[in-house]
């Protein structure tokens, strides 16, 4: 079987939330960071039809990037990566050894206390800001008008900040829900964003390209009404 781009890119991006990755038979890849302060779950066009684990994903995606249009031949204990004339054979590890994501849970959002949509531009402008500046959170925040999406520091508020206005806002609430950038590693998509003040969001992705949920945990000294 072949691995579509996009499934490559899928990987790439899981392998900044956990170095590591184990799988199973279907449609679905599934990560979760080692601090469990972020996981994400996609849908890709390849049928897997074997579970497998692998511990160091970056170097499994530098063997992928040996070859131009690779086949990929899974057993119970290795894949087979091959060219016209070339293979490696990748050993599986063991998954144990790898923090997955729970099987027997699985993270619903029904009430969220904030639904709202944030364009990938803007994500990626407060990122870029963050670096810059070198603030360690990022924030969706509501001053009772409108609302924004802020890189800060909260734990210094006489440090710099840098705001990008997302939307007008009806309800007055305010709201301020403060996720560490470390933590904001979600692939260039725009999202549908889901806030509670139990601890957690959820961003959705809305590309009808892309079925792709982030769950990414709410700082403690987040606050809402």
């Known amino acids: 079987m072949q691995i579509s781009n996009q499934t ?33 779950k996609a849908k890709i066009s390849e049928s897997l039809t074997t579970s497998g684990a692998i511990y160091d994903l970056s170097r499994f995606l530098g063997v992928i990037s040996l070859f131009d249009k690779p086949d990929f031949n899974f057993t119970e204990s290795q894949v087979v990566v ?13 998954s144990s050894m790898i923090t997955t994501p729970p099987k027997d849970k699985q993270i619903t959002i029904d009430n969220p206390d904030v639904d709202i949509n944030i364009p990938g531009d803007k994500i990626q402008s407060v990122l870029k800001a963050a670096a ?12 009772g ?8 520091d909260s734990k210094n508020p006489s440090t710099d900040d840098y705001k ?3 939307m007008d806002w009806t309800n007055e609430t305010k709201f301020n829900f403060i ?15 889901k806030l ?3 601890g957690i969001a959820q961003f959705t992705s809305t590309s009808s390209d892309m079925e792709l949920i982030y769950w990414v945990a709410v700082e403690a000294n987040s606050t809402y009404g």
Not at 145 to 152: I, R, S
Not at 181 to 193: H, L, P, R, S, W
């Open 8 to 40: 490559i890119q899928i990987l790439k991006n899981f392998a900044m939330i956990n170095p590591s990755i184990a799988f199973e038979p279907g449609e679905t890849l599934q990560t979760i960071a080692t601090s469990k302060s972020i996981m994400a």
């Open 82 to 94: 091959s060219g016209e004339r070339s293979s490696v054979n990748y050993t599986f590890a063991d």
């Open 132 to 143: 810059v500046l070198q603030l360690p959170e990022v924030s969706v925040m509501c001053d």
């Open 145 to 152: 008008a409108q609302v924004y999406l802020q890189a800060l």
């Open 164 to 166: 990008e206005e997302l």
């Open 179 to 193: 996720f560490k950038t470390e933590n904001f590693k979600m692939m260039q998509f725009d999202y549908n964003v």
């Open 196 to 198: 509670t003040s139990r």
